[in-house]
Nanobody, 117 residues
Framework: VQLVESGGGLVQPGGSLRLSCAAS????????MSWHRQAPGKERELVAA????????NYADSMKGRFTISRDNSKNTLYLQMNSLKPEDTAVYYC???????????WGQGTQVTVSS
């Protein structure tokens, strides 16, 4: 299983970014996918999750209304649209795959998001 994140970078407060996570080596449509982030000196935290078919999404409270998780099972790709970014959103963002109903997690290498003026 390989997960490759992209789309991170430097953005000003109030700006937007769209992260992508390209998956290979798995039957993507059978995996629950999620985004997590880890800021310096802090624990990794859940940002958002999406069910295998995309019908159910969940968000951390601080991301609701600003972030949107989505997936395209025909392209084996997970997305995270981030709007109204704040400096506190600065972190390394990781995607994770878990076989629906399973316990093994697969992680990408992460992509850096920096929100600063």
């Amino acid at each position: 299983v390989q997960l490759v994140e992209s789309g991170g970078g430097l953005v000003q407060p109030g700006g937007s970014l769209r992260l992508s996570c390209a998956a290979s080596g798995l039957t993507f449509s059978m995996y629950t996918m999620s985004w997590h982030r880890q800021a310096p000196g802090k624990e990794r935290e859940l940002v958002a999750a999406i069910s295998s078919r995309g019908g159910t999404t969940n968000y951390a409270d601080s991301m609701k209304g600003r972030f949107t998780i989505s997936r395209d099972n025909s392209k084996n790709t997970l997305y995270l649209q981030m709007n109204s970014l704040k400096p506190e959103d600065t972190a390394v963002y990781y995607c994770k795959a878990r076989f629906t109903g399973g316990t093994v997690d697969y992680w990408g290498q992460g992509t850096q998001v920096t929100v600063s003026s």
